[in-house]
């Protein structure tokens, strides 16, 4: 199964830039992969993430697109792949006037 998926790289444990883009969601969810690169679950134990990059063991927050556009803890950039403007923009964020934006500032919930 694919779907569109926010991806927020951890680089600094809390916060990282986004992207937002077609993710295949393969073992019920255990495994994740997005264009080139594999995930594997931290099965609860990650700081802020849930995810790890399987080759590079960095960690990230992966997670399905919230409606309100909320999906970072903390303020951060995001990008929308080209192939995810559509899906993003009109289905899941009901905004299709936006439908071309492919960069954006993410408010964080805190």
Same mark, same amino acid.
């Given at each position: 199964?694919?779907? +569109?998926?926010? /991806?927020?790289?951890?680089? &600094?444990? /809390?916060?990282?830039? #986004?992207? @937002?883009?077609? +993710? $295949? +969601?393969? $073992? ?5 992969? !997005?264009?080139?690169? %594999?995930?594997? %679950?931290?099965?609860g134990r990650g700081f802020? %993430?849930?995810?790890?990059? @399987?080759?590079?063991?960095? $960690? !990230?927050? /992966? %997670? ?13 950039? #995001?990008?929308v792949d080209e192939d #995810? &403007? ?5 289905? /899941?964020?009901?905004?299709? $006037? ?12 805190h």
């Open positions: 199964m694919k779907r +569109v998926m926010w /991806i927020e790289y951890k680089e &600094l444990d /809390i916060v990282g830039p #986004a992207r @937002i883009g077609w +993710v $295949e +969601v393969k $073992e019920k969810g255990k495994k994740l992969v !997005y264009r080139d690169r %594999s995930f594997r %679950s931290l099965k802020k %993430s849930n995810y790890y990059d @399987i080759e590079t063991k960095e $960690e !990230y927050w /992966i %997670s399905g697109c919230r409606k309100d556009g909320r999906n970072a803890l903390y303020s951060t950039e #995001a990008e #995810a &403007l559509e899906e993003y923009w009109v289905r /899941i964020r009901n905004q299709p $006037e936006k439908k071309r934006v492919k960069r954006f500032r993410v408010p964080g919930k």
